[in-house]
């Protein structure tokens, strides 16, 4: 099935730690995105890609590096200057980036907690 | 910058009942896209539908219809025939018509939808 696959669903960080969360896509999609969701919030985006080995930040990228060295695959690390990084966080992706009207879709997301 | 208002935090509906989610916009350009996305408790960000600025036709889909008002910045969405799996939380977006930066999503904060049995 075509899709968009983040993995680990849960993950528990330690203070001082970085973590990865990975985002996979088989849509063929151009662009991928990784948008940050709080308590009671909307969604914030973090970073985007609209090719590969392209990537521009967010509205909220402090704290966090990506990489798009393959259109299928778009990992976010969580470093351990991201002050306050207990979120949930979503990957999404769509098509053809010089369409911007084109539908995001998104991934079923991932659960982030500081321990 | 681009701005999206949801005005209601939560709305209540009978199930088979009609309901309307509000949602206003704040935007210089005159080309966009909009869009209603669902969240249901499993957090997965669901398209519902989507409405192109230079479209005078409101969108359907199926049970959900839209109230675009283009000079009001308007945006509202009609859930109809209301049913138990429409409980979730309901977001509101913007995108502009623009590539790069300007073409990403801005959300609403939400409204949570509850529906009665």
């Known amino acids: 099935d075509g899709g968009i696959t983040q993995s680990p669903k849960y993950l528990f960080r330690k203070e001082g730690q970085n973590v990865t969360l990975s985002c996979e896509q088989n849509?063929?999609?151009?662009?991928m995105y990784w948008y940050r969701q709080d308590p009671g919030q909307g969604l914030r985006l973090i970073y985007y890609?609209?090719?590969?080995?392209?990537?521009q930040k967010g509205d909220i990228a402090e704290g966090y590096s990506v990489s798009r060295e393959k259109k299928e695959s778009f990992p976010l690390t969580v470093t351990s200057a991201q002050k306050n990084p207990t979120a949930f966080y979503l990957c999404?992706?769509?098509?053809?980036?010089?369409?911007?009207?084109?539908?995001?879709?998104f991934g079923e997301g991932s659960w982030l907690t500081v321990v | 910058a681009q701005t999206v208002t949801q005005s209601q935090p939560e709305m209540s509906v009978q199930e088979a009942e009609t309901v309307t989610l509000s949602c206003t916009y704040d935007?210089?350009?005159?080309?966009?896209?909009l869009f209603w996305y669902k969240q249901p408790p499993s957090r997965q960000m669901i398209l519902v539908i989507r409405?192109?600025?230079?479209?005078?036709q409101n969108a359907t889909e199926n049970r959900f219809s839209v109230n675009f008002q283009k000079a009001a910045k308007s945006f509202s969405l009609k859930i109809s025939d209301s049913q138990l799996g429409d409980a979730a939380m309901y977001f509101c977006?913007?995108?502009?018509?623009?590539?790069?930066?300007?073409?990403?999503?801005?959300f609403g904060k939400g409204t949570k939808l509850s529906v009665k049995p």
């Open positions: 977006a913007y995108r502009s018509a623009w590539g790069g930066s300007q073409g990403n999503l801005i």
């Open positions: 999404a992706s769509s098509p053809n980036r010089e369409l911007s009207g084109n539908t995001i879709y």
């Open positions: 935007t210089s350009e005159s080309d966009y896209y």
């Open positions: 409405q192109e600025a230079y479209k005078q």
């Open positions: 849509l063929n999609h151009d662009a």
């Open positions: 890609s609209q090719i590969v080995n392209d990537f």
